[in-house]
C-alpha cells in the first residue's frame, strides 16, 4: 500500500475511526476531555486526525511535531496532565490500527500501520518532550534521577 493509499484510507474512514476515538476517550473519563465536551474533543481528535493524514501522505513530520509542541504548550498551560493529551494520541492511533487491520489487505498491513504509528509516535515524542521542556522551565530547574539508579556505583 502506498503512502497516498493510506492516506486515502484514513480519509475514507475518518468518521469512524474519530468517532472510535471519541468513545475511547470517553471512557477514560479525563477531567479535561469531559468538561471540554464531547465538540471540543471531536474538534481536537479531528485536527490531529488531519495531522495524521498530512504526515502519511506527505511523509513529512515536520508539520505533526510543529502541531504536537504547540498543543503541549496549550495543553501545559491550561492544566492538563501529559498523560491525558497522550491518552488522545493513543486514542487515534488505536482506532486507525483497529480500521487498517479489519480492512486492508494482510500483504499491506505492515506499510499502513508503520506509516501510521510513525507519524503519531513523532507526534508523541514531540509532545512528550516539550512536556518536560516546560515542566523544567517551571517546576524544577533540574531532574535528579540518581535514586533510579542506585547500586549502579
Same mark, same amino acid.
Given at each position: 500500500m502506498a503512502d497516498s493509499d493510506t492516506a486515502t484510507f484514513l480519509r475514507r474512514e475518518r468518521q469512524s475511526?474519530?468517532? %472510535?476515538?471519541?468513545?475511547?476517550l470517553g471512557r477514560m473519563h =479525563?477531567?479535561?476531555?469531559? #468538561?471540554?465536551?464531547a465538540e471540543a474533543v471531536r474538534e481536537r481528535l479531528g485536527a490531529?486526525?488531519?495531522?495524521?493524514?498530512?504526515?502519511?501522505e506527505?511523509?513529512?513530520?515536520g508539520a505533526m511535531i510543529?502541531? %504536537?509542541?504547540?498543543?503541549?504548550q496549550e495543553?501545559?498551560? =491550561?492544566?492538563?496532565?501529559? #498523560?491525558?493529551v497522550q491518552v488522545a494520541f493513543n486514542a487515534l492511533e488505536e482506532a486507525s490500527w483497529t480500521r487498517v487491520l479489519a480492512d486492508v489487505d494482510?500483504?499491506?498491513?505492515?506499510?499502513?500501520?508503520?506509516?501510521i504509528g510513525t507519524v503519531l509516535?513523532?507526534?508523541?515524542?514531540a509532545l512528550a518532550r516539550e512536556y518536560v521542556s516546560l515542566a523544567a522551565d517551571t517546576r524544577a530547574p533540574s531532574l535528579d534521577l540518581t535514586a533510579l539508579f542506585a547500586g549502579t556505583d
Open positions: 475511526i474519530l468517532r %472510535s476515538a471519541g468513545e475511547s =479525563a477531567r479535561h476531555y469531559e #468538561s471540554a465536551g490531529l486526525f488531519d495531522q495524521l493524514v498530512d504526515g502519511v506527505k511523509r513529512d513530520l510543529a502541531f %504536537s509542541r504547540r498543543i503541549a495543553r501545559y498551560e =491550561a492544566g492538563y496532565d501529559l #498523560s491525558e494482510p500483504s499491506q498491513l505492515a506499510e499502513a500501520l508503520g506509516l509516535g513523532a507526534g508523541k515524542d
